[in-house]
Each structure stands twice: as C-alpha cells, then as structure tokens.
C-alpha cells in the first residue's frame, strides 16, 4: 500500500509537470519543422528545374557544336569536288583529319541514293546503303539539315567502327527500387547528330555528310553540366549535384558514384520515373532513389528525330544535406522542449522526494530485504507511525538474516556431501563396469585363442613346407606366400589376446623413468616408420624410481610411440615428456605427437578391447595398455584436437616402497 501511495505521488508530478511542457513544445516542434521542410524543398525543387534548363541548354550546345562542325565541312569545295568527283582517295585522308580534330566520332558522308561514300573513322568500310537511317531520310526528303538524337543499332555502330560498338555494349546492372528487364546486355547506342545535305554549283543535291558523338561512356557533357550548375559542390565526401544521360531507362553517362566511386553506368532508373517520362512522356520533378542514395531530382524525356522518346536527361540535388539541416532543426527545437521537460521533471521528483522522502526510505529497505540483504537498520525521523513500522522492519531483518545463514550452511554441507558422494559412486560405477567388461573379453578371447592356435598352426607349418617345395617362378608361389604371411599375421593376433586374457600380475621392481625413455627411443627411432619423425625429448631430471614392472610399463610406452608414427605417415614431430606432479606422488609421462588428431566419436572408445580405425589393427594395443597402467596404480588418458595432434599422458605412482611385491 505505501509503495503504491509513492508511485503515484511521484508518478502524478512528474506527469502533470512533463505533460504542461511538452505538449506545447511538440506541436510547436511539429509545425516548425513542417514549415522549414515545405520551405526548403520547395526552394531545392525549383532550383533542379532551373538546373535542368541549364542542362538543356548544354545538351543542345553540344548538338549546335556537332551541327555547325557538320556544316562547315560539308561547305569546303574539296568535300564537294571530291563527291562529285568520285574522290575517295582525298575523302580518306580529309574526313579522319577533321574527326580526329573536332573530337567527332562519326563523320559519314552519302551519295543522294544514301550509299556511303566514305567513313571518316573507318574508310574502309563504304558501298552499304545508309536507306533505313532516319536522318537520311528527313535530308533526302526536305533538303535540309537534320539535327537531333537517335539510338544506333549495334550493327551500323561495327560498320562506323569496332571500338564504338565496344564502347556502347554494356551489361546492365540490377538496381534497386528499378524496373525488371528481360534482356541482360545493351548492344547498341545513343549519339547526338547532324545530318547536312551537300549542293554542287548549280544548287543541286548531290548527299549528306552525317556528324556524330557517340553518348555511351561519353562523360563531357553530365561532366560539364556539374561543373557550370553545381560547381563541383561535395558534401561529406559526395557530390551534391548529379547529371546523367539515359538511353530508354539505362544510364549511359552519368556522374552518380557507385559505394566504391566508380560512375554507376548500367544501372536503370527506379520504376516511378519510369513509367512518368518513359512511359507518359511527362516531366518528372521529386525525391528519387538514385542508385544508392536519394536525390531531389528532374528528369524529362529525350525525344528522336521522329518525337518518339529515346531516353531521358536527369539532374539532381543529393538530398541529404537538406535532410541533415531538418534533423538539426528538429534536434534543436527537440533539445529545447527536452530541457523544458528535464527541468520540470528534476522539480517535480524534487517536490515528491520532500513529501514522501520517508517512505521513499522505507520502501528501499523493504526492497532489500526482498533482494535478501538484511544487514541494513533504518533509522529515520518522522511520525510515530512510520518510526513503528521502521522499528519493526528492522527486527524482520533481523530474524530473517539469522535464518538464511543458518538454511545457507546447511544447504551447503548437503550439497557438497552429496556431489562427494556421486563423484564416488560414479567412479566405482566406472571402474567396475570395465573390469567386468575386460574380464569378460579377456575369457572369451583366451578360448578364442586356445581353439584357433592349433589349426593355425598346422596351417602355417604345412604352407611353409609347401613353399619350400615350389620352385622360384612357380605360379602357385604367390598364392602360397599370401598364406604363410596372412597366417603369421594371425598367429600375432592370437598372441596378442592370449596376452589381454592373461593380464598378468606385474614383476615390480624400481624403475627409473628417464632411463627407460631413453633406451626405448634409441630402440625404435631407426625403424623405417620414423625416418621422417623428429623425436623430441624433455624429461626433467632427478625424477624418483617408479616400482614398476619394466618389460609391461616399456610395452606401454612403445605401444604410444608406435600408435604416433602410425598416425604421422607424412613425418612429423613426436614431443616425448616426463615430469613429477605438483603432489610429488606421481610421475606424469607425456606423448604429444603432430599428426591428424582423434576425433570425439572415435576418442571416447580407443581403451575399449577390439575398437580400431586401422585396416589392419586389432583393437588391442591400448586396451592391454590401460589394464597394465591400471594394475601399476596409474592412469593413461588422451587429449587431441583434430588437425592439431594428439597427447596421451601416462600417470604413475612415484614410489620407492613394494605396494605389489615381485
């Protein structure tokens, strides 16, 4: 009840204080920012039209520009003469001279039929009818000059020349918010063109000269309509003002950037702006997705000589910054009405804290006892009531401190006796059931042995008498040694559990470890399978004897080492390790090898009897090793990550007193 009479103390100033000066503050924020925002790109709208004028006029310069070229070439004598005359050889020379000076990259000039007489970027390439241009056509019909854009297919732009029809192939690129196009490529291209008709002396016609520049990749004019219209202006690294050529939706030229700075050509403009100027044939002015980034944007459409539309011109504001200006409006006029609430709230908890300053008190004891912490007294002044209650408060804490200590310290002592008692059981569990299961193995494997011993020995006897008796080159020789061998191989897997059945009692004797490592390595490390081992050796010294049987703890360690070279067949490092554990009472003997590594499924089975990944294993080298290692009070456990090796660590009781007797 007290905590509930606090809330809503607080809860009640608090609200009536924020609400007074918010509300005023955010209808104010919200209609300000209203204002600012209409305000602003407004102004940023009719500046893109006023851009998109400018580029107009750079993008019809640029035609003028290629026009008048057209003309006065089309004007020389020598051009005429050289028409009239069937010239080629002068139209070979002339025409490439004046593409490559006016920076051209057409320059065709037809007869009145519309055959081409000559290319000035590839001369020799002529005689093809230039009929099915529409350029042509408005000439031959009107007799004036034809100036406009037109879209080039890819196979007038390879009779132009191979590096136009290279520089208009593009693959086009999805992009986002765009409309889906069924072909992948765009082979041919757009180009800004003239067409002047030629007349000889006596006004009659006599062709077409026919100037061109090329849009596709063609950076000069977007280039130059942001430098005259947007100066260059950058913004957080950005350019502010963007210009681009479309042929149909694809941009062909363009000074919008890619994420990675590169001019985003083959893209495709989004779907809205699509179907308004490419579709409706109507201008386009708004906020626009632009590649990567939005942009208040212009665009309309760009017509051919038959009015039909081809593309679009674009231009745009990066809109950003107008969106950074809002937001720094907003965090402004926001900042302003969240210090007024900040304000109110710090007086507000002020004048609650003065009326319910204790209970507020009480309530963080009552919260701490809840949280378990009882060691805190109140002590507080004010009416008798309250000083009770906090009396009373304080003698709960009291009681309640006592009886947790006295249920921790009893939970404690069970639980601990408990997991005692769990590890124990756990580890008799363990123990017993593999000594079960090894005595179980080892008397079917010693009958096992007993019945196969016999017959294979006869087998092995006989076969090698037979092989005796085979001349060298016989036929039936490999066959015969196959037997003599396999069965030696059997006869050592009947020796090997007829050794696991015996398990014999261990011979103990005080063993000095080191000595032992030293002569096992120089017993193996000349084998063949540990050429291309490199045997590492760290044993500490003065380590004490172990009492040990030599022979069984020796088969042990060889058992290991050879496991490792096995396992290392491309050469490798085997790190041979002895040292005496922190208790002083065992010696640790440890094998860490470089090779493969064991896997968990294969990790937790390699002690048990018969268990093996090898080909040819029996499954009972370790198994016979752990039992010895068992029988000599020890361990032997494995470690291995794969890819990274394995280290088997053998763990002896160091001891100079006879815990089994020889």
Partial sequence: MKKSSISSIQSQLVIYFAVATLVPAGIATLVGMKLIYDQVITRAEMKTLSDMNSAREIYRNKLSQIESIARLTAARSLVVNAL????????????????????????????????????????ATFGDSMMSDLFVQRVQQTRRIATGTDIIPHPSLLKESPELAAQAFMEITPTPKAKARTDKVETSGMMLKAAVPLFDERNEFLGMLLGGVLLNRNFEIVDKINQIVHEGEVYKGRGTGTATIFQGDLRISTNVKNQDGSRAISTLVSDEVHDAVLSEGTRWVGDAFVVNAWYITAYEPIRGIDNQIIGMLYVGILKQPFDDVLWGTLAM??????????????????????????????????????????????????????????????????????????????????????????DEIKKIHSQLFRSEKLASLGKLAAGVAHEINNPLTGILTNSSLLLEDLEIGDPKRDDVEIIVKETIRCREIVKRLLDFARQTKPQKKLTNVNVLMENIVLLVRNQASFRNIEIDRHLEENLPDILSDTDQIQQVFINIILNAAEAMTSGGKLIIASNLSKDRQFINVTFADSGPGIPEEHRERIFDPFYTTKEHGTGLGLAISYGIVEQHGGTISVESCVGKGSTFTVQLPASTADSGGK
């Fill in 84 to 123: 009239v005359q069937g010239d080629r050889t002068f139209l070979q020379k002339d025409l490439p001279k004046v593409l490559k000076r006016e920076k051209l990259d057409m320059l065709t000039l037809v007869n009145r039929q519309g055959v081409v007489v000559c290319r000035g970027r590839n001369p």
């Fill in 333 to 422: 006029f926001g900042g302003v009405a969240l210090g007024g609430v900040i304000l109110t709230v710090i007086i507000a908890v002020f004048q609650a804290r003065r009326i319910s300053r204790p209970l507020k008190t009480l309530e963080g004891v009552a919260q701490q006892i809840a949280d378990g912490d009882y060691g805190r007294e109140v002590i507080i002044h004010a009416p008798d009531e309250i000083e009770h209650l906090a009396k009373s408060i304080n003698q709960m804490a009291k009681k309640l401190d006592v009886e947790k200590r006295e249920l921790e310290d009893w939970g404690n002592t069970l639980e601990k006796r408990v997991q005692e008692r769990t």
